[in-house]
């Protein structure tokens, strides 16, 4: 088997508005000597790409609405991003005490609809998602086989933390390039027995593996190159495939 190898990219600028993310990190990977190859996952941090994007709200510039304001007082937030937090926010799943569990757009479920302070320069500023991970994810990964004829996979993470465990990990919030989701149902197990639920969040596990060299405040590195992961090709990948449909979710 080949060895398994985590790159952070390392020396990369402050990201702001309109950066090609991709040509950045190319260059940042080929002047530490790792440059991206045929095969490689890029995961990036969605702040990253939302800085490049321009998705980026200062809160003195918000109007709490009037539901901001009572969802503050229960809180404990700042009713200007309460108010940022709804507008990104398709429903709310559960408020309590400093935690506001929406789901977002395309469905996913997290903390205050991903609406971001880390990492981003002044005091009220924040990140939004990307309007369309997958697309941003898509943009990259196009961008990338342009400037170095490498066909990679691109992963966009966030930090999520889960309902019944302590700690936060990277999750996936867009892909291209590679199957989300690998099914083993029919596969076997060392004994023989037939799988009959396993489905490996592999874009998920590699967003936390990425995580390992990214770091959050102490190092800021946004991009991580993961070498050695053989993993399904797939054109017509979607975030969405790993999103529990409602009928499903026991826990709403």
Do not use: W
Request: hydrophobic share 40%; aromatic share 2%; charged share 30%.
């Amino acid at each position: 088997m080949d060895p398994l190898k985590i790159i952070a990219v390392e020396n990369l600028p402050l990201i702001t508005k309109g950066d090609n993310l991709a040509e950045l990190i190319c260059n940042a990977a080929r002047e530490q000597n790792t440059p991206i190859q045929d095969g490689d996952i890029l995961v990036i941090t969605h702040v990253a790409v939302s800085k490049a994007e321009g998705d980026i709200l200062n809160l003195d510039e918000i109007v709490p609405s009037e539901r901001a304001r009572e969802i503050a007082l229960r809180t404990g937030k700042d009713p200007a991003l309460v108010e940022a937090i709804l507008r990104e926010t398709k429903e709310i799943v559960r408020l309590g005490p400093n935690s506001i569990i929406t789901e977002i757009r395309n469905g996913m479920v997290c903390a205050n609809a991903g609406v971001d302070r880390s990492n981003v320069g002044g005091e009220r500023n924040v990140a939004l998602l990307p309007k369309n991970p997958d697309t941003s994810a898509q943009k990259i990964r196009q961008e990338v086989k342009r400037l170095t004829g490498c066909d990679i996979a691109v992963i966009i993470s966030d930090t999520h933390g889960r309902p019944f465990r302590m700690g936060e990990v990277n999750v996936a919030i867009g892909v291209a390039g590679i199957r989300p989701l690998r099914d083993r149902r029919g596969e076997k197990d060392l004994f023989g027995y037939v799988l009959k639920v396993k489905r490996t969040a592999v874009a998920d596990e590699l967003a936390s593996a990425a995580e390992l060299v990214m770091g959050q405040a102490d190092e800021g590195i946004p991009a991580a190159i993961i070498r050695g992961y053989k993993y399904q090709r797939a054109e017509d990948a979607t975030i969405t495939e790993l999103v529990r449909p409602r009928e499903k979710d026991l826990f709403r």
